[in-house]
């Protein structure tokens, strides 16, 4: 994995660049950084490289690489399969040399959509003069672009920053609808930036449309974006979703709030047709998981073997069946003598209740479990810390340690006070979550931040010590709801359109997902010099699971905890696991109670406040005066005063 970046200018002037821009992308690679500058074949058009190499497989290969005939490629990206790449070769290398034999669009096309795995890259065809970038099918890396058309540049990154200062044009993701080229002599003439589509296959008649739509809300200012006139694609890396719904099939009555337990599953895999289904996603699913465990820096012979605290791999872990199914898997394919980390963050609970307040009497309250080990931790826990996801994840690293008690499971304790989270939210979080900017990316960010860096302790015979994680290689189960119908919200949708209303549900989310989370959990772990790896995004995986019939992945006419995600459930189970199977969905925000820190009141949808720059809040302030004058002055001073909040401290004392 790397931190890429390349500066596209248009005017003879010396090339500068933001230094905040460079301090991000250096924690990204911390193993290599060079620029190169390369010219166009006018003398106005120039571009400037940079590239910070995290070595992840095989031997070291330097980036930004320049061939012999002065084509130059900076790769964010991880080729899983498609091209054969071996344990001791490098795949931006392997990559470099396949692009450099291309001499037509077509070619290059056929090379990027034969790879399996997330990429991001940008590379400069010297023969043409084409400037080429984008991202894979799923958006699983970061790519951001801005032009800024008083200076006449173009810039592509990683990471970004923040703008602070007045006229900063704003940072926006490149749409993960294809690859682009931009032809070089063009822009050297014309003064103006025009990119050229080259569009994901995404199946349906509407592909011309629907990659307009997304580019014209997402387009820099300045620039055009065109489909090429060639009507070359790429092609899609996996099958259609499986749409059809039998008439047969009958819409089942909704028992949202039957209690669910392990013997429904041990009913529904008594079933042959089930169980042939669960073989097949351990298999496709674990090979998914091997791949992305093995893909490691290569080892000489003679290099001293890793300590006994030193494991290669780590997992955002909550001890749902999403991390669970990852850890079990990872178990069978990492050698027995080294450690897999368990990554669980916890934030910092309110303080205890006063004496008076907790002397009176408890409220009751109606379908909720009264034993907090089970649904979180309230004023009876013995730690402020004992959040949900730490429970689980207690409960899960048991139900880990009984299937293996050889392997050594560290479960990383890492817990987060208010007073840590706003620091570094302002100093980093808030930059690498940009340009995104609701609650929800807030939340989400900050709490993969944190678990991500893997800076807590761990528990050996009853004794606590401090503990960072070692491992490079983070596997996150994010795909898996957007999948099998995993969020409450596809209840609600199912509820009211049946089947076919969930099955459009699904396929928007997965249409989605690179601009909603890939692109901002890429930017976040990789900010500690470590690579997100997605196995529930393998393309093999994802293509078994759109083949399925909707029905067959998830019924959500059964209860919580086991209709939704039902085949992960059944498959959970099948691998040896018991009460994290029917675990219900808990969001991270939630689980991690990073939710109970802030305003209560807020939407997940609504714009974080606290993500904010100093030039954003005068603007803020000046739209709270205006809103108020005609009435709403209720929600825009609740703004003001989370803004007074986050900028002055509570002795009195300005921030910024």
């Given at each position: ?250 819409e089942k009555e909704i028992h949202p709030n039957c209690h669910s337990c392990v013997k429904d599953l041990e009913k529904l895999l008594a079933s042959k047709e089930k169980n042939d289904e669960v073989k097949r996603v351990i298999d496709v699913l674990g090979e998914a998981v091997r791949r992305r465990v093995h893909s490691l820096p290569f ?323 000046s739209e709270v005066k205006v809103t108020f004058n005609i009435g709403r002055q209720v929600s825009n001073i609740e703004a003001a005063k989370n803004l007074m909040n986050i900028y002055w401290l509570p002795e009195g004392g300005r921030k910024q």
């Amino acid at each position: 994995m790397c931190g890429i970046f390349c500066l596209l200018s248009l005017s003879p002037a010396q090339l500068e660049w933001d230094k905040t821009v460079h301090e991000h992308l250096k924690r990204r690679g911390p193993d290599w950084s060079q620029d190169l500058t390369v010219g166009g074949t006018s003398p106005c058009c120039q571009c400037l490289f940079s590239a910070h190499v995290l070595h992840m497989r095989g031997l070291l290969t330097p980036q930004p690489v320049q061939d012999n005939t002065g084509n130059v490629l900076v790769w964010n990206g991880e080729v899983f399969g498609g091209l054969p790449v071996m344990p001791e070769e490098n795949d931006t290398a392997v990559v470099s040399q396949r692009l450099s034999s291309c001499n037509s669009p077509s070619e290059i096309l056929s090379v990027l959509s034969t790879i399996r795995g997330p990429w991001g890259f940008v590379y400069y065809q010297k023969a043409g003069d084409y400037l080429w970038f984008g991202r894979d099918f799923f958006g699983r890396r970061s790519l951001l672009w801005k032009f800024e058309a008083e200076v006449n540049v173009l810039t592509l990154t990683s990471v970004a920053s923040q703008s602070s200062g007045p006229g900063q044009s704003a940072w926006q993701e490149v749409p993960a609808i294809g690859a682009y080229r931009i032809d070089l002599k063009a822009v050297s003439e014309a003064g103006s930036v025009t990119f050229e589509v080259y569009p994901w296959a995404r199946g349906g008649n509407d592909l011309v449309s629907s990659c307009s739509e997304t580019m014209l809300e997402s387009v820099p200012n300045g620039c055009t974006a065109v489909m090429n006139q060639s009507g070359l694609i790429l092609a899609s890396p996996v099958s259609p979703l499986n749409t059809f719904i039998p008439k047969s099939l009958n819409e089942k009555e909704i028992h949202p709030n039957c209690h669910s337990c392990v013997k429904d599953l041990e009913k529904l895999l008594a079933s042959k047709e089930k169980n042939d289904e669960v073989k097949r996603v351990i298999d496709v699913l674990g090979e998914a998981v091997r791949r992305r465990v093995h893909s490691l820096p290569f080892r000489v012979n003679d290099s001293s073997p890793p300590t006994k605290d030193h494991a290669s791999v780590a997992i955002l872990f909550s001890g749902g069946i999403d991390s669970m199914i990852l850890a079990v898997l990872a178990d069978r394919h990492i050698p027995a003598h080294q450690p897999i980390d368990l990554l669980n963050v916890a934030f910092k609970l309110q303080e205890p209740k006063t004496q008076k307040e907790s002397a009176k009497k408890p409220k009751k309250h109606k379908n909720k479990p009264t034993d907090s080990k089970t649904d979180g931790a309230d004023s009876q826990t013995s730690s402020p810390f004992d959040v949900p996801d730490r429970i689980t994840g207690k409960a899960g690293l048991k139900e880990l340690q009984d299937l293996n008690p050889e392997r050594r499971w560290n479960f990383v304790e890492i817990n987060v006070a208010q007073e840590e989270l706003q620091k570094m939210r302002h100093e980093r979080i808030s930059h690498l979550v940009h340009p995104l900017d609701t609650v929800l990316d807030d939340s989400i960010g900050c709490a993969v931040w944190f678990a991500a860096r893997g800076t807590g302790f761990i528990t050996e015979d009853n004794d606590q010590r401090p503990f960072t994680s070692s491992a490079k290689v983070i596997l996150t189960g994010i795909g898996a709801d957007e999948q099998l119908a995993g969020y409450s919200r596809h209840r609600v949708r199912f509820k009211m359109s049946g089947h076919e209303g969930l099955i459009q549900e699904l396929a928007m989310e997965l249409g989605r997902i690179s601009s909603r989370n890939l692109g901002r959990d890429d930017r976040v772990i990789g900010d500690h010099g470590k690579e997100a790896r997605f196995p529930y995004l393998d393309e093999d995986v994802v293509s078994y699971l759109n083949s399925l019939p909707l029905w067959e992945k998830a019924d959500l006419s059964l209860p919580r905890g086991v209709g939704e995600k039902l085949l992960l459930r059944l498959t959970a189970k099948q691998l040896g696991l018991g009460q994290s199977a029917v675990l219900p969905k808990r969001a991270m925000q939630f689980g991690s109670r990073i939710a109970k820190m802030e305003d209560k009141r807020e939407k997940a949808s609504d714009k974080c406040t606290r993500l904010l720059t100093g030039l954003d809040i005068l603007k803020l302030f000046s739209e709270v005066k205006v809103t108020f004058n005609i009435g709403r002055q209720v929600s825009n001073i609740e703004a003001a005063k989370n803004l007074m909040n986050i900028y002055w401290l509570p002795e009195g004392g300005r921030k910024q």
